[in-house]
């Protein structure tokens, strides 16, 4: 198993700045591909931002240029959120797909997720 938990989210001003963190613990092998997620009122959850094998990103459209995913050697993954925008308040959510040790399967992982709200 893997557990996931996140770190960083709150309340901040329109035009400010947030650092979440996600660190991945538990019987892991290797972690391919690492997310980050959110999901607002009334909306279904929707990928923020994507890293694959520590090098690979994607991100949503809305958060281009202001946002900023990233790893370290630890397992954690990061999610740096300049620009902040009223629009962008939401539960933000890490995801993992894992291979544990001892398994040939990948499985997907979710953190308990943490609230970011954009507000003056």
């Known amino acids: 198993q893997v557990q996931l938990v996140e770190s960083g989210g709150g309340l901040v001003q329109p035009g400010g700045s947030l650092r979440l963190s996600c660190a991945a613990s538990?019987?892991?092998?290797?972690?391919?591909?690492m997310a980050w997620y959110r999901q607002a009122p009334g909306k279904e959850r929707e990928l923020v931002a994507l890293?694959?094998?520590?090098?690979?990103t994607t991100y949503e459209e809305s958060v281009k240029g202001r946002f900023t995913i990233s790893m370290d050697n630890t397992n954690t993954v990061y999610l740096q959120m300049n620009s902040l925008k009223p629009e962008d308040s939401a539960v933000y959510y890490c995801?993992?797909?894992?291979?544990?040790?001892?398994?040939?399967?990948?499985?997907?992982?979710w953190g308990q997720g943490t609230q970011v709200t954009v507000s003056s």
């Open positions: 538990g019987n892991i092998d290797r972690i391919p591909e």
């Open positions: 995801n993992a797909r894992a291979f544990t040790s001892g398994t040939f399967s990948i499985s997907t992982y």
């Open positions: 890293m694959i094998n520590g090098g690979a």
